[in-house]
């Protein structure tokens, strides 16, 4: 199972930028031909939302419709990494943020909907965003 550790959480002023990273251990970017990737949020009182997310058959990148415009998910197989930039950050937006993947692209944009988990799981960046 895919190992991953995010970073770059932190707090900022509303209308402010971050730019979330997921490191995944080993080669797995480049092994994997069939992916979901994903970054999800969870804050209290609130359910767990996929974010945005990344799947092997399609180029389109999923965002939900709160982040849309706003943040951007990228990936660089070479090094393994995922990135989330995050623009215009809102209070709203604050919470746990997670790196997650599976290795297979079904039903990813579904799982993203639903809030549902994927089978990898980073320990979370915390992200606190001020008025």
């Known amino acids: 199972q895919v190992q991953l550790v995010e970073s770059g959480g932190g707090s900022v002023q509303a209308g402010g930028s971050l730019r979330l990273s997921c490191a995944a251990s080993?080669?797995?970017?480049?092994?994997?031909?069939?992916?979901?990737l994903a970054w999800y949020r969870e804050a209290p009182g609130k359910e767990r939302e996929g974010v945005a997310g990344m799947a092997s058959n399609t180029r389109e990148i999923y965002y939900d419709y709160n982040v849309k415009g706003r943040f951007n998910m990228s990936m660089d197989k070479e090094k393994n990494m995922l990135y989330l930039q995050m623009n215009d950050l809102k209070p709203e937006d604050s919470g746990m943020y997670y790196c997650?993947?599976?290795?297979?692209?079904?039903?990813?944009?579904?799982?993203?909907?639903?809030?549902?988990?994927?089978?990898?799981w980073g320990q979370g960046t915390q992200v606190t965003v001020t008025v």
């Open positions: 997650a993947a599976e290795n297979n692209f079904w039903d990813c944009w579904s799982h993203l909907v639903r809030g549902e988990a994927l089978d990898g």
């Open positions: 080993g080669d797995v970017w480049s092994r994997w031909y069939s992916y979901c």
